[in-house]
């Protein structure tokens, strides 16, 4: 191959859309996608998406795949090697996204479509694998994230209700918004609605976090690492906030308050251990003005 077209397929590689778009084709359940589908996913235009795919077509990285009056994409079985070794080998099997995409049919009967079901479950695992291709649980923690988020939406079109929604939002998640998190659902119970998110979420909840909130007698809940949505904030009654700037959209009819509290990885024990206990007393009073005694 002539250098300047080896530097212009490389091009086309490059290119971070076009990557998504190989990823989503590669790592989808039958290894094909539709332009609407794509769209849908990145949150682009149908157009846009179709210039992206005409020039991967154009390079021979696609193959196009009519089917009845829809045409599908694939990757071209020639160029398998090459997309694997750009975008990363997958590791472990795939999430069975059809079942996830089923059984949140079947308990969201009646409020959503297979369609915007389907639409969440293929963003939340998006989401949730970035650029990871080993990230862990990824098919239970997309089933979760995905329902976590239709229960978001349902309870935001259904409008405000007697029970108040906090959302903790931190850069990693894995920190400030787990320790708030966790300490509220103790104090509260099924007085309030308690949900986390990060800006920059981690893969995991931090092993010191977990140690420092079972050193308080609250155990671990199997939450993890989500990214911030619009719905999540939607659902809220009130957003606290801890160190990620202006990463938080901002909606009318929300309380939004902003804590100033250390990050504390890296941190030892004893530090994680006063952030922690910072994070108690303020937790403390937020819940004594959402939930006054009686």
């Known amino acids: 191959m002539h250098a300047a077209a080896n530097e212009r397929r490389l091009t086309a590689l490059g290119d971070p859309t076009r990557s998504r778009i190989l990823r989503l084709i590669r790592d989808s359940h039958d290894g094909r996608a539709l332009v609407g589908e794509l769209a ?18 154009a390079e021979g990285f696609l193959v196009r795949k009519p089917e009845g009056r829809r045409v599908w994409y694939a990757i071209h079985p020639d160029e398998d090697d090459r997309i694997a070794a ?3 080998q997958k590791i472990g099997p795939e999430p069975d996204t059809a079942r996830i995409v089923a059984d949140l049919t079947t308990r969201f009967r009646g409020v959503f479509g297979v369609e915007t079901i389907r639409s969440v479950v293929t963003d ?3 989401r949730l694998r970035g650029d990871d291709t080993a990230a862990p649980f990824l098919a239970s ?3 979760a994230f995905a329902s976590s988020r239709l229960e978001a939406l349902a309870r935001a079109d259904a409008g405000p209700d007697d029970t ?3 959302l903790f939002v931190c850069v990693q998640n894995a920190g400030r ?34 140690a420092a909130l079972d050193e308080i007698g609250i155990p671990a809940t199997g939450d993890f690492p989500k990214p911030l ?22 909606l009318p009819g929300r309380r939004y308050l902003d804590w100033d509290l250390e990050d504390p990885a890296g941190l030892p024990p004893a530090g994680v251990r006063a952030i922690r206990d910072d994070i ?9 003005e959402l939930v006054p005694a009686a």
Do not use: N, W
Request: with cysteine; charged share 15%; hydrophobic share 45%.
């Open 40 to 57: 849908a996913t990145l949150g682009l235009t149908q157009p846009t998406i179709s210039h992206h795919m005409k020039a991967l077509l």
């Open 86 to 88: 750009f975008l990363g």
């Open 124 to 126: 939340s695992l998006v």
């Open 141 to 143: 923690r997309t089933a």
């Open 164 to 166: 108040p929604h906090v």
């Open 177 to 210: 918004s787990q320790l708030a998190a966790g300490i509220l659902r103790h104090l509260a119970g099924d007085r309030l609605r308690v949900a986390t998110a990060g800006s920059q979420p981690a893969t995991e909840v931090r092993s010191s976090i977990i």
């Open 229 to 250: 949505t619009e719905e999540a904030v939607r659902a809220a009654s009130v957003v606290i906030t801890m160190g990620c700037g202006d990463a938080c959209p901002v």
């Open 280 to 288: 108690d007393r303020r937790v403390r009073a937020l819940y004594s």
